[in-house]
């Protein structure tokens, strides 16, 4: 199996796990619940709030994995955006959406 493969098949067990904690979340979520104003979300209670967090973090989960396996299909993936060179394994095992190697990461956080 190559090492392409072993990351494809790791992010599609993380892209499984969410979807059945997506479907385990929780009641249906009202519009009036999603665009209520601000007095009236202050009065809506701690679970609904944390039950919109929750839904918002597994989309945004589920669309950089979607990302990341398209990316796949492409040569570009795993690829440094800044340096070009390869990105090591190791790196791409632990956070395979990455765009950029360790080197220009540190030196792009460095200068902010
Ligand atoms: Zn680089």
């Not at 440094?80 to 395979?96: D, N, S, W």
Request: with cysteine; net charge positive; hydrophobic share 40%.
């Amino acid at each position: 199996m190559t090492k392409r493969v072993r990351l494809r098949e790791e992010l599609s067990r993380q892209r499984a796990a969410l979807l059945t904690s997506w479907n385990l979340a929780l009641a249906p979520l009202s519009e009036r619940a999603l665009y209520a104003d601000p007095a009236d979300q202050a009065a809506s209670d701690f679970g609904h709030d944390l039950a919109i967090q929750v839904r918002t973090r597994v989309i945004a989960r589920l669309k950089q994995i979607e990302h990341v396996l398209m990316l796949m299909q492409t040569k570009h993936y795993g690829w440094c955006r800044r340096c070009r060179k390869t990105i090591p394994y190791a790196r791409l095992v632990v956070q395979p959406d990455t765009r950029f190697c360790v080197a220009c990461l540190e030196f792009m956080e460095s200068g902010r």
